[in-house]
T-cell receptor, first 110, second 113 residues
Framework: GQQVQQSPTSLVLQEGENAELQCNFS?????MQWFYQRPGGSLISVFY???GTKQSGRLTSTTVIKERRSSLHISSSQITDSGTYLC????????????FGQGTVLSVIP | AQTIHQWPVAEIKAVGSPLSLGCTIK??????LYWYWQATGGTLQQLFYSITVGQVESVVQLNLSASRPKDDQFILSTEKLLLSHSGFYLC????????????FGPGTRLTVL
């Protein structure tokens, strides 16, 4: 079954609104990473966040290992935030394998 | 600074023809290297990973093979393409040891007709 569930599948925001993206894992994880996928397909690492909370500008990631979940909070959204956000987990003893979620497609409109 | 380069940028190939995709990492010695594949509208899947020259581990088969002929080079290939090989191929690297954060290349878009 699906080991990584992302929600919502898609989200439309008006510029300036906040967004909360969720990632839930069905197995114990060792670490996780959030990516932004450009329309052309390449991935940019947003956060590597094995546990706890990390912040970078308007983005905040919180990972709670025991609860098998991670979130990405985007505050004061901008049109340039539009795109697909992916979370990926690495399981303990998983040979460096990253298992990806299906992504959240974010559209920020004026 | 580390740079990761993939070639070609895009490829259109016929079913049954051979394929070779390349990935080069500059500015980092002995990285862990990875190949990923994403079907159109699909989820990214890890295909192969390598922690050292000459050593490649398969994660998902898909009738593809990978090789690491040099420390900074990772090659994905097949002798006979299938329609199902179409999609987006991404190469990634991470530091060795206990550092697992992965960094991705720009990708190669493959269309098999």
């Amino acid at each position: 079954g699906q080991q990584v569930q992302q929600s919502p599948t898609s989200l439309v925001l008006q510029e300036g609104e906040n967004a909360e993206l969720q990632c839930n894992f069905s197995t114990s994880l060792n670490s996780m990473q959030w990516f932004y996928q450009r329309p052309g397909g390449s991935l940019i690492s947003v956060f590597y966040n094995p546990s706890g909370t990390k912040q970078s500008g308007r983005l905040t990631s919180t990972t709670v290992i025991k609860e098998r979940r991670s979130s990405l909070h985007i505050s004061s959204s901008q049109i340039t935030d539009s795109g697909t956000y992916l979370c990926a987990m690495r399981v303990t003893g998983g040979n460096n394998k990253l298992t990806f979620g299906q992504g959240t497609v974010l559209s920020v409109i004026p | 600074a580390q740079t990761i380069h993939q070639w070609p940028v895009a490829e259109i190939k016929a079913v049954g023809s051979p394929l070779s995709l390349g990935c080069t990492i500059k500015g980092k010695s002995s990285p862990n290297l990875y190949w990923y594949w994403q079907a159109t509208g699909g989820t990214l899947q890890q295909l192969f990973y390598s922690i050292t020259v000459g050593q490649v581990e398969s994660v998902v088969q898909l009738n593809l093979s990978a090789s690491r002929p040099k420390d900074d080079q990772f090659i994905l290939s097949t002798e006979k393409l299938l329609l199902s090989h179409s999609g987006f191929y991404l190469c990634a690297w991470s530091l060795g040891g206990s550092s697992y954060e992965q960094y991705f290349g720009p990708g190669t878009r493959l269309t098999v007709l």
